[in-house]
């Protein structure tokens, strides 16, 4: 039998099971006591009921004639009866008997005090220096029904008592264990990103420990990935200034250039500085996503959202006319950060139309249940390189160029704002190419 893992489970299963093996126990300690004081009494009421018809009998045997045959004692009226009797003389003849007496269960006297046949129980007495004996016997079945309707009564409330206590246990457990059960509810429904540390008021002393814990754990990984944040975000922006000026002296060297073989050097230059400056940006961005507000107070129109974005991607010289957009007939409502989802969405674009095929255009879907779609044709990604292109400076195996930064930026604007980020490849509907699917968070 498997042990349940609900603590709530195993503390009512072993409260209930231990109630009921005690109230067991206590049920046949208090059946064999019973039974015990039972059999006194019945005892005590044989060897008073000889004490009462002996002296009795002894005036009604004496005042009679010698010859007189057994006397049987007549009833009154027909019922049951359980103690009978005979009196009988030194010489063992029988000289009075109740009404219903069996010679057959009465064997010879032979001393007085109890005795057990297996089937009465006997009590014996004598008067007139053991002229005259009695022997009264009571059937052994009577006491067993009477013992077993007493055991009954008693039995018949613990029926109803045990279960109402199981009930009981479990819902007192139960109760005891809702401050377990909300400490864990708050670990269960915080994102990723939520770090902030969590209630623990009135927990079980063998719980706060884990609680504080759990707490002092938070409070690390916060500060390890402020300050991580910190230096790539005071990084990058250090770097804007200095690298846009850099940028700017390789654009007025190419300019200025008095031969081809310095414009070629200059042009290289500001290519490596072009990509610094993305790479800038990407960082900010990372940096952004993982430690800004991603989620806003009142629900956006993302697809308005959506519409800017590609207008301004598709403005540059090498975009133009690469983009396919289709949005719904109705706004999209999600409560995520303009923001973040344009930089969300940015970055899926981004991707598409660096490594995506140039003579294929990108398609860019939102769906009106907020279902965003980004394809591109392309070779298929083997599904190893796959899982883990979302990984911050994972490039894949692509021909092109580039940080490395942008699915991992959108992975963690997703993940940020409930929502959830799947990459297929081959694409939907198609033999090759690429797919972001973007769900927005309920």
Do not use: C
Not at 7 to 22: H, I
Not at 343 to 359: F, P, S, V, W, Y
């Amino acid at each position: 039998m498997m042990q349940p893992k609900s603590l709530q489970w195993r503390l009512s299963l072993s409260l209930g099971l231990g109630m009921t093996v005690l109230w067991a126990m206590a049920a046949i300690v208090t059946a064999q006591m019973l039974r015990h004081e039972m059999d006194e009494v019945f005892d005590s009421a044989l060897e008073e009921t000889a004490q009462r018809i002996l002296p009795l009998a002894a005036i009604e045997i004496v005042g009679r004639d010698a010859d007189d045959a057994e006397q049987r004692v007549a009833t009154l009226r027909r019922h049951d009866e359980y103690l009978t009797y005979l009196v009988r003389d030194g010489q063992g003849k029988v000289l009075l008997r109740s009404h219903s007496a069996d010679l057959a269960v009465f064997p010879p006297f032979s001393g007085m005090g109890f005795a057990d046949t297996p089937t009465h129980r006997l009590y014996s007495d004598a008067a007139l220096q053991g002229s005259l004996t009695i022997m009264i016997a009571e059937p052994l079945s009577h006491r067993r029904i009477s013992a077993g309707r007493a055991l009954l009564a008693l039995a018949l409330p613990l029926a109803i008592i045990i279960p109402l206590g199981l009930i009981g246990i479990w819902a007192i457990v139960r109760v005891s264990m809702t401050p377990v059960r909300s400490f864990r509810s708050q670990i269960e429904a915080r994102g990723g990103g939520d770090l902030a540390p969590i209630a623990a008021d009135n927990l079980p002393s063998e719980i706060d420990p884990v609680a504080k814990a759990v707490n002092h754990l938070l409070d690390r990984l916060r500060r390890t990935l402020q300050a991580e944040r910190s230096l790539a975000a005071k990084s990058a922006h250090e770097l804007r200034t200095p690298v846009a000026a850099a940028l700017a002296q390789a654009q007025l060297m190419i300019a200025n250039a008095p031969d081809d073989a310095t414009r070629e050097r200059a042009e290289d230059m500001q290519t490596a500085l072009r990509r610094l400056s993305r790479l800038t940006e990407k960082l900010m961005q990372l940096a952004r996503s993982e430690g800004g507000r991603l989620l806003a107070e009142t629900p956006v129109d993302i697809g308005t959202i959506l519409r800017m974005v590609v207008s301004e991607l598709g403005g540059h010289v090498d975009t133009v006319g690469r983009i396919e957009l289709t949005l719904p007939d109705v706004p999209v409502l999600a409560s995520i950060d303009a923001d973040a989802f344009a930089i969300l969405t940015r970055n899926l674009i981004e991707n598409a139309l660096k490594h995506g095929a140039q003579d294929e255009p990108v398609r860019v879907a939102l769906s009106a249940d907020g279902v965003l779609r980004v394809a591109n044709a392309g070779p298929v990604v083997p599904p190893e390189v796959l899982a883990r292109l979302s990984e911050p400076f994972e490039r894949g195996q692509a021909l092109v160029r580039g940080a490395g930064l942008g699915l991992a930026i959108a992975r963690t604007i997703a993940t940020g704002t409930g929502g959830q980020l799947e990459l297929t490849s081959p694409a939907s509907n198609r033999e090759d190419g690429f797919e972001a699917r973007f769900v927005v968070g309920k």
